[in-house]
């Protein structure tokens, strides 16, 4: 199957500062990336939708200027958490849309944010 | 977009075929149905995919009526190790192919 990436896998950081996690297409191109977001014991809920060379697609209820998607190649995409604050703390995962006979999604490993 | 549902949680033993049954009433003529496997702290597995009828792979298989208003993922003599959380969806294939998850089936799988 296809394989997408991300980085870092886990991170912590201080209440304030901002933090960018990448989302590589390893073994295909990716026209469109999508970024969910997952709490504790519940599903995933989708945040954005990124296309390569445009600006992202937000959900309703998803600030547009604390979640900062760049889809800047057809291999990466990456999400910048600004200004974190203990409630952004999750696990953020994205996903990669692969073209062929079929739509399909392939997933990322996921990212555990911590805020302190 | 189309909404799926499937029962919250499902018990099985080791060596049982298990057998979660999704609903999706309203799902459009060009979506695909697509299951995913999702074990803690980890990112959706695709399992497998498909429009009408019968596919098979080598962990599953996937039945769609000709009304593809439900589908069901079947799970071939279940292990420890398939203790997880399955989600079916609707996969559109054109728009913004965006896909809305529902609150998935959680797998207990006892030895």
């Known amino acids: 199957g296809a394989v997408v990436s991300q980085h870092p896998s886990r991170v912590i950081c201080k209440s304030g500062t901002s933090v960018k996690i990448e989302c590589r297409s390893l073994?295909?191109?990716?026209?469109?990336m999508f970024w969910y977001r997952q709490f504790p014991k519940q599903s995933l809920m989708l945040m954005a939708t990124?296309?390569?060379?445009?600006?992202?697609?937000?959900e309703q209820g998803v600030e547009k200027d604390k979640f900062l998607i760049n889809h800047a190649s057809l291999t990466l995409s990456t999400l910048t958490v600004t200004s974190a604050h203990p409630e952004d703390s999750s696990f953020y995962i994205c996903?990669?849309?692969?073209?062929?006979?079929?739509?399909?999604?392939?997933f990322g490993p996921g990212t555990r944010l911590l805020v302190l | 977009l189309a909404k799926t549902t499937q029962p919250i949680s499902m018990d099985s033993y080791e060596g049982q075929e298990v057998n979660i049954t999704c609903s999706h009433n309203n799902i459009a003529t060009n979506d695909y149905i697509t299951w995913y496997q999702q074990f803690p702290s980890q990112g959706p597995r695709f399992i497998i995919q498909?429009?009408?009828t019968k596919v098979t792979n080598e962990v599953a298989s996937l039945f769609i009526p000709a009304d593809r208003k439900s589908s069901t993922l079947s799970l071939p003599r279940v292990s420890l190790s398939d203790t997880a959380v399955y989600y079916c969806l609707a996969t559109p294939q054109t728009g913004g192919f965006k896909t809305i998850f529902g609150a998935g089936t959680r797998l207990f799988v006892k030895a």
């Open positions: 073994d295909f191109q990716a026209t469109t």
């Open positions: 498909g429009y009408k």
């Open positions: 990124s296309n390569e060379g445009s600006k992202a697609t937000y």
């Open positions: 996903s990669a849309r692969r073209q062929g006979v079929e739509e399909t999604q392939y």
